[in-house]
C-alpha cells in the first residue's frame, strides 16, 4: 500500500479487494479509472491484487474492454502489482529479494525507532512488527518476544492461550491468514463482567502483545492476526517443545472453529494450511503442504494422515480433503486398500471432476508398481488384475477431461501410458514371449500353454486392444507437444515425452504406426491414411528420418498426387523439408494445385489450412491475394476449434513455420531453422537461453534470421494488429500482446501456429522510408 501511495500522484492507484469472479465488471472499473470520465484524460492505473491466478485472464478482459468502447490509447493503460504472501521466498533471475536490511534502510529504521519512542515511550517496544524489521529480522529478538508463552500447559490450557496457538499456526502456515474479531470473541465467550470493555488484545494477556487487530475496511469486521510472521513460527516451535504439537493444535482447531456454517475465507485459510503444495522449482511442488509435511517428519505419518482425516469428516463437501487424505495413503503410507477407500469418498463429492478422478488412477498405478518391483513380484494374473483397474481409473478420467469446460487435463492418457509401460516391462520379464502378444505380432491364444496360464486368457480383450490404444494416445501427444507448450515462459516437463516415447517404443517399436502404414514403396506415412487424417508433425518428424534422396524422389512422385489434401500437405512438407536442408534442391512449387483446392472448409485439417496461407500470402507489394485471406483465416480458426481447441485451448501455441524472402516453398522457413541461426552464433548457449530468445522476440535480433524472413508492414488499433496486403488489412494474433497498447503503424515478422498467422516481433515505424522498405510488404 506503501507504493500506491508514493505514486499516487503520478499514477491512478487501486487495490483490488473484493470478488475476483466478474472480472469484465473489475476490467470496466478499470477502463473507467484510466479515462477519468474524458477520453483525452488517460492516465496509467495502477493496480494492486492479492490473486496471481487472475492475471492473465484480467489482462484479457481489459484488452476486450478497450477494444469494445473503441478507445484509442496514448498511454499504457495498466500496471498490475501483484501482492502475493509467501512463507519462502523463490529464487529469481530479475528480482533479489532478501530478508535483510541494507545500510540506508537500517539508517531510516533506526531514525524512525527513536521518533515512536519520543511519541510512545515504553509502548514502542511492543511494536513486534516494526521491531523485528528493524532489528534486521533477528531471531534473537523473535525469541525474546515469544518467551512470554513459557511454560505452556500441555492440557487445560486457558482459551487464550488455545487462541493465540490457533493464530500462530495458522500464520506460520498460511501468511496473510486471520480470524475475524468476532469469531475470536466468540471462542473466549467470557461474559465476565470484569473484562467489559477491554480490547482484544488487553483479554488476551499475556499474549496481547503479540497479536494485532486490524480493519479491513469502515464496514466489516476487524482482522486478527499475530504481529509479524517470524513470531507466529516461533511461537508455534515453542509450542511443539512443550508438548503442544502441531497435530494437536490442527486437530483442536478445527474443532473449535470450524463448527456448524464456516466462512469461505476460513475454509479458505484452512484448505490453504492442509492442501497447498509450495513451488519448489517451475516444474516441481512439494509433495504436500508444509504443515503436513512439518508434522510427518516431527510426528509421523500416522498424525499426519489422522488431521487429514479430521478435516474429510469436519468438512463433508470438500473433494480435496478426502483426495489429499488418499494421495497420502498411497504414496507415505503405502496402505492402497485405504487410499481407495478415501478417493471414492473424495469422487462422490465431485464426480465431474477428472483431476480428482486421477487420483484413484494414481492409487491402483502405485499398487501395481509396489508388486511389480517387489523382491517377490506378482504373477502375470496379480500384475494384469491390478493394470485393469488403473487403466479403467485413467480411461474414465479421460471421458471426464473430454467434458470439461476449462483446461483439458491430458494425465488419464499420461497415466494409461505409464501403466501400459509397467505391464510390459513386467509381463516381458516373467516370459519373453510376452512381447510378441503386447506388440501383436502374435495372438494371446496362439503362445497360451507356454504362457503357463490359461486363465490369462479372460485378459485376452485387454490385451489386443492395448497396442492401439498406447498409438493413440501418443499419437496426441505428439501433437499435444508439438503444436502446443504450457505458457509462453514454461516448458512440459521433460520426463512426459521420454516416457511417452519410451512406451510408443515398447509396443510399437520402429515399425511405421498403423495410421501411417501404406500400399506402395513410398516412405511410412506419405500417404493417406485409412482415416484420413495426418499431422504436421507426424510429416515432419517422418521426413527427418529419411536421406535427401528419397526427400527428392517423394517430392517428385507426390507432385503427381493431388487428389487429396493429405497429399497436398505431403507434397509441400517435403520441399519445406528438402528447403530447410539442402536449398539447392528445392523444385518450384506449383501453387495452382492449391488454388484448384481453395476454398478450404472447415472440415479440412488446419494443417492443411495453414500450408495454403502459407503459400498463397501476396509475395509482393502489387500483387493482390487471390482470395479473401480474412475469411481463410477465419475458416482455419474454425477448423483448429473442431480439431485441437478442446486439447489445446489453455496452452501457448508454438510458431511452427514463418514467413520468408523469396517465392514458392522458398519462403516457408520452419522455426529450427531460426534456432540453429542464434546456436551457431552463440557457440555456449543452453536451452535456457534459446526458450528466453523466443518468449521476448529476441531470437529476431539475429542478423540471419532478419535476412531470411520477410518484414510486412501493418497498423496497431484498438488492441489488434492488422497486415497491409494491397487495399487491404488482415488481422493477424500478436504474440507478445504488450505491443499493442499503442495504435499506429508497425512492421512485424509473419509467423503461422496450428491456429493461424501471427505477428512475431512487432515495432512502430515512422513514416519515413526505412532502410529495410525494400524487404516490407506494403
Given at each position: 500500500?506503501?507504493?500506491?501511495?508514493?505514486?499516487?500522484?503520478?499514477?491512478?492507484?487501486?487495490?483490488?479487494?473484493?470478488?475476483?469472479?466478474?472480472?469484465?465488471?473489475?476490467?470496466?472499473?478499470?477502463?473507467?479509472?484510466?479515462?477519468?470520465?474524458?477520453?483525452?484524460?488517460?492516465?496509467?492505473?495502477?493496480?494492486?491484487?492479492?490473486?496471481?491466478?487472475?492475471?492473465?485472464?484480467?489482462?484479457?478482459?481489459?484488452?476486450?474492454?478497450?477494444?469494445?468502447?473503441?478507445?484509442?490509447?496514448?498511454?499504457?493503460?495498466?500496471?498490475?502489482?501483484?501482492?502475493?504472501?509467501?512463507?519462502?521466498?523463490?529464487?529469481?533471475?530479475?528480482?533479489?529479494?532478501?530478508?535483510?536490511?541494507?545500510?540506508?534502510?537500517?539508517?531510516?529504521?533506526?531514525?524512525?525507532?527513536?521518533?515512536?519512542?519520543?511519541?510512545?515511550?515504553?509502548?514502542?517496544?511492543?511494536?513486534?512488527?516494526?521491531?523485528?524489521?528493524?532489528?534486521?529480522?533477528?531471531?534473537?529478538?523473535?525469541?525474546?518476544?515469544?518467551?512470554?508463552?513459557?511454560?505452556?500447559?500441555?492440557?487445560?490450557?486457558?482459551?487464550?492461550?488455545?487462541?493465540?496457538?490457533?493464530?500462530?499456526?495458522?500464520?506460520?502456515?498460511?501468511?496473510?491468514?486471520?480470524?475475524?474479531?468476532s469469531q475470536c470473541l466468540a471462542?473466549?465467550?467470557?461474559?465476565?463482567s470484569i473484562h467489559e470493555g477491554?480490547?482484544?488484545?488487553?483479554?488476551?494477556?499475556?499474549?496481547?502483545?503479540?497479536?494485532?487487530?486490524?480493519?479491513?475496511?469502515?464496514?466489516?469486521?476487524?482482522?486478527?492476526?499475530?504481529?509479524?510472521?517470524?513470531?507466529?513460527?516461533?511461537?508455534?516451535?515453542?509450542?511443539?517443545?512443550?508438548?503442544?504439537?502441531?497435530?494437536?493444535?490442527?486437530?483442536?482447531?478445527?474443532?473449535?472453529?470450524?463448527?456448524?456454517?464456516?466462512?469461505?475465507?476460513?475454509?479458505?485459510?484452512?484448505?490453504?494450511?492442509?492442501?497447498?503444495?509450495?513451488?519448489?522449482?517451475?516444474?516441481?511442488?512439494?509433495?504436500?503442504?508444509?504443515?503436513?509435511?512439518?508434522?510427518?517428519?516431527?510426528?509421523?505419518?500416522?498424525?499426519?494422515?489422522?488431521?487429514?482425516?479430521?478435516?474429510?469428516?469436519?468438512?463433508?463437501?470438500?473433494?480435496?480433503?478426502?483426495?489429499?487424505?488418499?494421495?497420502?495413503?498411497?504414496?507415505?503410507?503405502?496402505?492402497?486398500?485405504?487410499?481407495?477407500?478415501?478417493?471414492?469418498?473424495?469422487?462422490?463429492?465431485?464426480?465431474?471432476?477428472?483431476?480428482?478422478?486421477?487420483?484413484?488412477?494414481?492409487?491402483?498405478?502405485?499398487?501395481?508398481?509396489?508388486?511389480?518391483?517387489?523382491?517377490?513380484?506378482?504373477?502375470?494374473?496379480e500384475i494384469l488384475q491390478l493394470?485393469?483397474?488403473?487403466?479403467?481409473?485413467?480411461?474414465?478420467?479421460?471421458?471426464?477431461?473430454?467434458?470439461?469446460?476449462?483446461?483439458?487435463?491430458?494425465?488419464?492418457?499420461?497415466?494409461?501410458?505409464?501403466?501400459?509401460?509397467?505391464?510390459?516391462?513386467?509381463?516381458?520379464?516373467?516370459?519373453?514371449?510376452?512381447?510378441?502378444?503386447?506388440?501383436?505380432?502374435?495372438?494371446?491364444?496362439?503362445?497360451?500353454?507356454?504362457?503357463?496360464?490359461?486363465?490369462?486368457?479372460?485378459?485376452?480383450?485387454?490385451?489386443?486392444?492395448?497396442?492401439?490404444?498406447?498409438?493413440?494416445?501418443?499419437?496426441?501427444?505428439?501433437?499435444?507437444?508439438?503444436?502446443?507448450?504450457?505458457?509462453?515462459?514454461?516448458?512440459?516437463?521433460?520426463?512426459?515425452?521420454?516416457?511417452?516415447?519410451?512406451?510408443?517404443?515398447?509396443?510399437?517399436?520402429?515399425?511405421?504406426?498403423?495410421?501411417?502404414?501404406?500400399?506402395?514403396?513410398?516412405?511410412?506415412?506419405?500417404?493417406?491414411?485409412?482415416?484420413?487424417?495426418?499431422?504436421?508433425?507426424?510429416?515432419?518428424?517422418?521426413?527427418?528420418?529419411?536421406?535427401?534422396?528419397?526427400?527428392?524422389?517423394?517430392?517428385?512422385?507426390?507432385?503427381?498426387?493431388?487428389?487429396?489434401?493429405?497429399?497436398?500437405?505431403?507434397?509441400?512438407?517435403?520441399?519445406?523439408?528438402?528447403?530447410?536442408?539442402?536449398?539447392?534442391?528445392?523444385?518450384?512449387?506449383?501453387?495452382?494445385?492449391?488454388?484448384?483446392?481453395?476454398?478450404?472448409?472447415?472440415?479440412?485439417?488446419?494443417?492443411?489450412?495453414?500450408?495454403?496461407?502459407?503459400?498463397?500470402?501476396?509475395?509482393?507489394?502489387?500483387?493482390?491475394?487471390?482470395?479473401?485471406?480474412?475469411?481463410?483465416?477465419?475458416?482455419?480458426?474454425?477448423?483448429?476449434?473442431?480439431?485441437?481447441?478442446?486439447?489445446?485451448?489453455?496452452?501457448?501455441?508454438?510458431?511452427?513455420?514463418?514467413?520468408?524472402?523469396?517465392?514458392?516453398?522458398?519462403?516457408?522457413?520452419?522455426?529450427?531453422?531460426?534456432?540453429?541461426?542464434?546456436?551457431?552464433?552463440?557457440?555456449?548457449?543452453?536451452?535456457?537461453?534459446?526458450?528466453?530468445?523466443?518468449?521476448?522476440?529476441?531470437?529476431?535480433?539475429?542478423?540471419?534470421?532478419?535476412?531470411?524472413?520477410?518484414?510486412?508492414?501493418?497498423?496497431?488499433?484498438?488492441?489488434?494488429?492488422?497486415?497491409?496486403?494491397?487495399?487491404?488489412?488482415?488481422?493477424?494474433?500478436?504474440?507478445?500482446?504488450?505491443?499493442?497498447?499503442?495504435?499506429?503503424?508497425?512492421?512485424?515478422?509473419?509467423?503461422?501456429?496450428?491456429?493461424?498467422?501471427?505477428?512475431?516481433?512487432?515495432?512502430?515505424?515512422?513514416?519515413?522510408?526505412?532502410?529495410?522498405?525494400?524487404?516490407?510488404?506494403?
Amino acid at each position: 500500500m506503501q507504493v500506491l501511495w508514493d505514486l499516487r500522484k503520478t499514477l491512478r492507484c487501486a487495490a483490488l479487494t473484493g470478488p475476483t469472479s466478474d472480472l469484465k465488471t473489475i476490467a470496466n472499473e478499470v477502463i473507467c479509472l484510466f479515462t477519468a470520465g474524458r477520453r483525452g484524460n488517460q492516465n496509467t492505473v495502477l493496480l494492486l491484487l492479492n490473486d496471481e491466478q487472475i492475471v492473465d485472464s484480467l489482462q484479457d478482459s481489459i484488452r476486450s474492454e478497450i477494444a469494445r468502447h473503441n478507445i484509442t490509447t496514448f498511454a499504457p493503460v495498466a500496471v498490475l502489482l501483484i501482492h502475493v504472501r509467501k512463507a519462502e521466498i523463490e529464487e529469481c533471475e530479475h528480482v533479489a529479494l532478501k530478508k535483510e536490511l541494507s545500510d540506508r534502510e537500517k539508517q531510516e529504521f533506526e531514525d524512525k525507532k527513536k521518533d515512536l519512542s519520543r511519541r510512545y515511550r515504553d509502548r514502542h517496544k511492543h511494536f513486534h512488527g516494526f521491531n523485528v524489521m528493524q532489528s534486521n529480522f533477528s531471531q534473537a529478538y523473535v525469541k525474546e518476544a515469544c518467551a512470554v508463552l513459557k511454560p505452556v500447559k500441555k492440557t487445560r490450557k486457558p482459551q487464550e492461550t488455545q487462541l493465540a496457538t490457533f493464530l500462530s499456526l495458522m500464520n506460520a502456515y498460511v501468511p496473510g491468514s486471520y480470524l475475524l474479531e468476532s469469531q475470536c470473541l466468540a471462542f473466549l465467550n467470557d461474559k465476565d463482567s470484569i473484562h467489559e470493555g477491554l480490547s482484544l488484545e488487553d483479554r488476551m494477556k499475556p499474549f496481547g502483545n503479540l497479536v494485532i487487530t486490524f480493519p479491513a475496511d469502515m464496514n466489516s469486521d476487524r482482522k486478527v492476526c499475530m504481529a509479524h510472521h517470524m513470531i507466529a513460527q516461533q511461537c508455534t516451535e515453542l509450542l511443539a517443545e512443550a508438548g503442544v504439537t502441531r497435530s494437536d493444535t490442527t486437530r483442536n482447531f478445527m474443532s473449535c472453529l470450524c463448527n456448524n456454517e464456516v466462512s469461505p475465507c476460513l475454509l479458505g485459510f484452512v484448505k490453504d494450511m492442509l492442501t497447498k503444495r509450495e513451488t519448489l522449482t517451475e516444474q516441481e511442488k512439494e509433495k504436500f503442504s508444509r504443515l503436513i509435511l512439518d508434522i510427518q517428519k516431527k510426528e509421523g505419518n500416522v498424525q499426519s494422515a489422522s488431521v487429514l482425516k479430521v478435516a474429510s469428516r469436519k468438512f463433508v463437501k470438500n473433494p480435496f480433503f478426502p483426495q489429499t487424505l488418499a494421495r497420502f495413503y498411497y504414496s507415505e503410507i503405502k496402505d492402497y486398500n485405504q487410499a481407495e477407500i478415501w478417493v471414492y469418498k473424495a469422487i462422490d463429492r465431485d464426480p465431474k471432476n477428472s483431476f480428482i478422478a486421477d487420483t484413484l488412477g494414481q492409487v491402483h498405478k502405485h499398487h501395481l508398481n509396489s508388486k511389480t518391483w517387489s523382491k517377490s513380484p506378482g504373477n502375470p494374473r496379480e500384475i494384469l488384475q491390478l493394470a485393469t483397474k488403473a487403466f479403467e481409473a485413467f480411461k474414465n478420467e479421460e471421458r471426464l477431461a473430454e467434458n470439461a469446460a476449462n483446461t483439458f487435463n491430458n494425465r488419464g492418457m499420461f497415466g494409461f501410458l505409464q501403466v501400459a509401460s509397467t505391464v510390459y516391462d513386467a509381463l516381458v520379464k516373467c516370459n519373453k514371449d510376452w512381447k510378441d502378444v503386447l506388440t501383436q505380432t502374435v495372438s494371446m491364444g496362439s503362445v497360451l500353454k507356454s504362457l503357463g496360464d490359461n486363465k490369462l486368457y479372460k485378459f485376452n480383450d485387454l490385451i489386443s486392444s492395448l497396442r492401439d490404444e498406447v498409438e493413440r494416445k501418443c499419437k496426441f501427444f505428439d501433437i499435444y507437444l508439438t503444436y502446443s507448450k504450457l505458457s509462453m515462459k514454461k516448458d512440459d516437463r521433460p520426463y512426459i515425452w521420454r516416457e511417452v516415447s519410451s512406451c510408443y517404443q515398447k509396443y510399437v517399436g520402429n515399425s511405421p504406426p498403423k495410421h501411417l502404414k501404406h500400399a506402395d514403396n513410398l516412405p511410412p506415412g506419405l500417404k493417406e491414411n485409412k482415416d484420413g487424417t495426418l499431422s504436421l508433425s507426424q510429416v515432419y518428424f517422418i521426413l527427418s528420418q529419411l536421406t535427401i534422396t528419397q526427400l527428392t524422389e517423394i517430392s517428385a512422385r507426390t507432385e503427381e498426387i493431388n487428389s487429396t489434401e493429405q497429399a497436398t500437405i505431403n507434397y509441400i512438407a517435403a520441399n519445406i523439408t528438402l528447403q530447410n536442408m539442402v536449398q539447392d534442391l528445392l523444385s518450384k512449387c506449383d501453387r495452382n494445385m492449391l488454388i484448384r483446392k481453395m476454398p478450404l472448409s472447415t472440415n479440412n485439417a488446419p494443417e492443411c489450412h495453414m500450408l495454403a496461407l502459407l503459400m498463397l500470402w501476396p509475395q509482393d507489394s502489387g500483387e493482390d491475394s487471390l482470395f479473401d485471406l480474412n475469411t481463410c483465416i477465419q475458416v482455419m480458426h474454425s477448423s483448429y476449434e473442431n480439431a485441437y481447441k478442446k486439447y489445446l485451448r489453455s496452452r501457448y501455441l508454438r510458431p511452427l513455420v514463418f514467413l520468408g524472402e523469396g517465392r514458392g516453398q522458398s519462403r516457408i522457413v520452419h522455426r529450427s531453422v531460426l534456432d540453429e541461426f542464434f546456436l551457431e552464433e552463440n557457440k555456449d548457449a543452453t536451452f535456457e537461453d534459446l526458450k528466453k530468445q523466443w518468449t521476448n522476440d529476441g531470437i529476431f535480433k539475429n542478423l540471419r534470421a532478419q535476412n531470411r524472413l520477410l518484414k510486412l508492414r501493418g497498423v496497431v488499433r484498438n488492441y489488434r494488429v492488422y497486415a497491409a496486403c494491397g487495399d487491404k488489412e488482415i488481422e493477424v494474433n500478436a504474440n507478445l500482446q504488450d505491443y499493442l497498447w499503442k495504435s499506429g503503424q508497425v512492421s512485424f515478422y509473419l509467423g503461422f501456429n496450428i491456429r493461424g498467422p501471427v505477428a512475431f516481433c512487432i515495432q512502430r515505424i515512422d513514416d519515413k522510408p526505412t532502410s529495410e522498405g525494400k524487404k516490407i510488404i506494403q
